[in-house]
């Protein structure tokens, strides 16, 4: 078998592109029917490796996935890596992911400054939750998806045309409708697969579903319920839970080889206090409130140690350093291997992300949860609270005695709730729903060449 095809333009088609225009890769395109005819062989060049690859048109080829994300919030991102690593672990070379963030990357205000929209109103948390529920209704958010999609539509789709994917996985919530309204636009819907993986535990919004999709996975029962209230058929849904980074679910180092990895105290219980990846909330108050409650003062010794992660906040990361700390103290700034960090540990204090609280439950970490941001995180505080996981307080006084009851007078407390953790725990979510996908792919029959076209009219599908 020859090498794979890269998703990228041919040399012909750039050709044609940068000497003619649109028109004349339209034309082109057109006249060969989206691809060369299997006896032929053509070269086509990789900008990201910078090499050339032979391929062998009607060879049995990699397919090409497209996951649709956007940095609002970490848990976006993160879903996404976690799929695409679970297909390299899965299926090796079969297929070729791309992680992509086609809004910011092919369209214009307001689609690509999502990002930075979204820390503004995360930051004045009261404009988001006006903004979360003032857009449920499904008649405000589909006129205004359809009037993004009358401008923008185009530019979305030249943004899918540069991958060519077969399969199509969105973990954003705004990512759904306009990709299946230009695949609709393109006669593709029957060919190119789509699915949508619900990166929120419990609340969500409604853009989340969608009708059209081959499958949507939900982290939940709940949010399954929703998605059957919403218009989906039982048949499109599966619960398997969130997807989790591979390096979650499938761990094998125990923990008192990472705490000597991690240079931890070997004997002293550990809790894990999380500001997230811009290092916000009560962190400074919350870890000098343990430096207290975790110093036994009759006894003149500690009875725990902490673990503080201030993501990029450096100004966090050096006031904290500089404090002067009665019990064993590792603060850490922006960290890639929170699997050990967790692993290393007992308990953990976060906002009530659903990324950080799905992989504290696999690591079977009771939760003390201090903050949420309205809308798609407030459902997540009963999810914990209520399965016997978990508690929460915005508190940091109160926050750091129930961690010190834990440590002292409750540790049977603390046993319980790490027994409920891993019961809702669901370690091998990403990997059921990379294998389903690849059953949908396998049903599906071999995949031929795509045949992406520019079109020239959006109007109808509006």
């Not at 530019?155 to 996985?169: C, F, H, N, S, T």
């Not at 695949?183 to 919004?205: A, M, R, Y």
């Not at 209230?229 to 923990?255: H, T």
């Not at 079977?364 to 459902?379: F, H, M, R, S, T």
């Amino acid at each position: 078998m020859m090498s794979v095809a890269s998703p990228r333009k041919s040399i012909t088609e750039k050709v044609f592109e940068r000497v003619g225009g649109v028109s004349y890769l339209s034309s082109y395109l057109k006249n060969n029917n989206g691809h060369n005819h299997h006896h032929h062989r053509k070269f086509e060049s990789d900008d990201d490796e910078g090499t050339m690859e032979l391929v062998q048109i009607g060879a049995e080829r990699t397919k090409n996935v497209l996951i649709l994300m956007s940095d609002t919030g970490g848990g976006h991102r993160a879903s996404a890596e976690a799929i695409r690593d679970a297909f390299r672990l899965e299926f090796g070379d079969e297929y070729r992911v791309f992680v992509k963030d086609v809004w910011k990357e092919y369209t214009g205000w307001p689609l690509n400054n999502m990002e930075r929209s979204y820390k503004f109103m995360v930051k004045h948390v009261q404009l988001w939750k006006v903004a979360f529920h003032s857009t449920s209704p499904r008649w405000i958010h589909s006129v205004y998806l359809a009037a993004i999609a009358a401008y923008y539509a185009k530019e979305v789709e030249a943004g899918l045309m540069e991958y060519k994917p077969d399969i199509i996985i969105s973990v954003h919530p705004l990512m759904q409708h306009i990709p299946l309204w230009v695949l609709k636009w393109q006669g593709l819907q029957k060919k190119v697969i789509f699915v949508t993986v619900i990166t929120d535990l419990n609340t969500c919004h409604p853009t989340w579903f969608h009708p059209g999709v081959n499958r949507c996975y939900c982290p939940s029962e709940e949010v399954a319920k929703r998605a059957l209230v919403d218009g989906l058929e039982e048949s499109q849904i599966r619960v398997f839970g969130l997807p989790i980074r591979p390096s979650f679910a499938r761990a094998v180092i125990s923990k008192d080889q990472l705490r000597e990895e991690l240079e931890m105290d070997p004997e002293l219980p550990a809790v894990l206090l999380m500001g997230g990846g811009e290092g916000m909330g009560p962190v400074k108050e919350t870890a000098r409130a343990l430096g207290e409650s975790l110093f036994d003062k009759e006894l003149g010794k500690p009875i725990g140690q902490l673990i503080i992660i201030c993501g990029r906040n450096k100004n966090l990361v050096s006031t904290l350093e500089s404090d002067e700390w009665n019990i064993p103290v590792k603060v850490r700034g922006f960290e890639t291997q929170m699997e050990k960090w967790m692993g290393s540990c007992d308990c953990i204090i976060t906002k009530a992300g659903p990324g950080t609280i799905a992989e504290a439950l696999i690591r079977g970490l009771p939760i003390i949860l201090n903050n949420y941001i309205p809308g798609q995180e407030k459902g997540n505080v009963p999810y914990v609270v209520d399965n016997g996981a978990g508690v929460f307080t915005r508190s940091p006084k109160e926050t750091a005695r129930i961690v010190a009851e834990w440590f002292s007078t409750k540790p049977d407390e603390l046993k319980r709730m790490s027994e409920n953790a891993l019961k809702l725990a669901q370690p091998e979510a990403v990997f059921d729903i990379v294998k389903d996908i690849h059953d949908l792919a396998c049903q599906r029959g071999p995949l031929a060449n795509i045949p992406y076209m520019l079109t020239s009219s959006f109007t109808s599908i509006i």
